[in-house]
């Protein structure tokens, strides 16, 4: 016997859309990720749902409902914390604009104080401060080890959802059950990595859709 696995990410939210740190702050699906929503349940349709799991933000919550809108078969939803969104710490509400642009300024007034980049005026200046900017950026975004202040790195929210993983594989063959996951998007990579075997280097490169699933198979 097969058991399967359905994880999908949460639909488009107005954070998401704005381009902002959400974390652990709740923003509820745009108009557009309403939409999303409702294509993964047309894409989830013809497949057995006996038990689902979800987080308690919103985001999660509400693109669940729509993804069981075919599935009168599914009895029980269950939360679990373990497979949140990845904590961005301080920068949770903050754009990530406005972080580029500040880390940028102080990046280079660090290394004006020690008259490093005194030639850069104007242009120069500016662009000097957007690259400084993203490079920070995307450290936070993209690095598995470290984390942005006050937050997780992906390595510590691996950690929590190995935990789930090992978990939700011991309930779903004792209980013979397949299962719908609404998850987040860092929490995805691991689970992915799990699943697909990925390197780290791999996972960090993933982007995962608002509107598709992946499907696992658990063997009883």
């Not at 999660?60 to 939360?79: F, G, N, Q, V, W």
Request: charged letters at 35%; proline letters at 3%; glycine letters at 4%.
């Amino acid at each position: 016997m097969k058991l399967k696995i359905y994880l999908f990410r949460h639909a488009q939210t107005y954070f998401n859309k704005r381009h902002m740190f959400t974390g652990w702050k709740d923003s509820k699906l745009t108009p557009f990720g309403k939409k999303q929503a409702k294509l993964l349940a047309k894409k989830l349709k013809t497949k057995q749902i006996d038990v689902a799991y979800q987080t308690h933000l919103s985001r999660s919550k509400d693109t669940l409902k729509e993804a069981l809108r075919y599935h009168p078969e599914c009895k029980k939803i269950i939360m679990d914390d373990r497979m949140i969104e990845r904590s961005y710490g301080k920068l949770q509400g903050k754009s990530h604009d406005s972080f580029i642009e500040e880390e940028g300024e102080d990046s280079y007034k660090t290394l004006l104080h020690w008259h490093k980049i005194d030639h850069l005026h104007g242009k120069e200046r500016k662009k000097f401060v957007k690259e400084i900017g993203e490079a920070e950026f995307n450290i936070i975004h993209r690095s598995y080890k470290i984390p942005p202040p006050g937050g997780e790195s992906i390595k510590m929210v691996e950690k929590r959802v190995l935990s789930f993983i090992n978990d939700l594989i011991k309930y779903m063959r004792k209980h013979k059950v397949n299962v719908a996951i609404s998850a987040h998007g860092n929490s995805m990579r691991p689970f992915r990595r799990y699943f697909e075997k990925l390197s780290i280097t791999e996972m960090m490169k993933l982007e995962n859709p608002w509107d598709d699933y992946f499907e696992y198979t658990i063997d009883l």
